[in-house]
């Protein structure tokens, strides 16, 4: 059973640019949230999607936006990126269940030179 | 608000010793706790959660955690600590409601000497 997986591992981006990160959940989980890591931090959590549908989101602009598929795999794009947007981004799935734990891939990390 | 604090930033301990990583929470109402280990250049892995029932709670590679209502506070332990529990490990409280939203507190990176 495949866990979370991510993809790309490693993204090099210059300001300005836009770019898109994937996410598959591991089998069985239906809500895919997606978190900011700074270096030297904790996570952050951006947003979180179930049914296709934003659910849930935290503090960050509207330059970050995503999208879940009909398979609930999920994609977060972000445009005009900063310097400030270098971090691990991470994506976490889980069931919608009340007392259930997520699961996290391994994350992407993006560099904003 | 829902929150949680890790108040350091760094614990250092010798292989066989006892280990302990302090967490403590702010929240309203009943808090769904959780601890997460993260090595390297990898993702976070869950540990342990409390939801409810017994203070202490029991998880992966032999860690542990204890509960405690009246101190607000979910320590994360090991009777005896291996070279390879060293990692950054983070607190979390559950947000409130059907979400699985989580707040992590800084993380504290373990370091256990040989």
């Known amino acids: 059973d495949a866990g979370v997986t991510q993809s790309p591992t490693h993204l090099i981006k210059t300001r300005g640019q836009q770019v898109t990160l994937r996410c598959s959940p591991k089998s069985g989980h239906d809500t895919v949230s997606w978190y900011q890591q700074a270096l030297g931090q904790g996570p952050q959590f951006i947003f979180q999607y179930y049914e296709e549908e934003e659910r849930q989101r935290g503090n960050f602009p509207d330059r970050f936006s995503g999208h879940q598929f009909p398979n609930y795999s999920s994609e977060l794009n972000v445009n005009a990126l900063l310097l400030g947007d270098s971090a691990l981004y991470l994506c976490?799935?889980?069931?919608?269940?009340?007392?259930?734990?997520?699961?996290f891939g391994q994350g992407t990390r993006l560099t904003v030179v | 608000a829902q929150s949680v604090a890790q108040p350091e930033d760094q614990v250092n301990v010798a292989e066989g010793n006892p280990l302990t990583v302090k967490c403590t929470y702010s929240v309203s109402g009943n808090p769904y706790l959780f601890w997460y280990v993260q090595y390297p250049n990898r993702g976070l892995q869950f540990l342990l959660k409390?939801?409810?029932?017994?203070?202490l709670v029991k998880g992966s590679y032999g860690f542990e955690a204890e509960f405690n209502k009246s101190q607000t506070s979910f320590h994360l332990k090991k009777p005896s600590a291996l070279v390879s529990d060293s990692a950054l490990y983070f607190c979390?409280?559950?947000?409130?409601?059907?979400?699985?939203?989580?707040?992590f507190g800084s993380g504290t990176k373990l370091n256990v000497k040989p």
């Open positions: 409390y939801i409810t029932g017994d203070n």
């Open positions: 976490a799935s889980s069931w919608t269940g009340m007392n259930t734990e997520a699961f």
């Open positions: 979390a409280v559950r947000d409130k409601g059907n979400f699985n939203k989580f707040y």
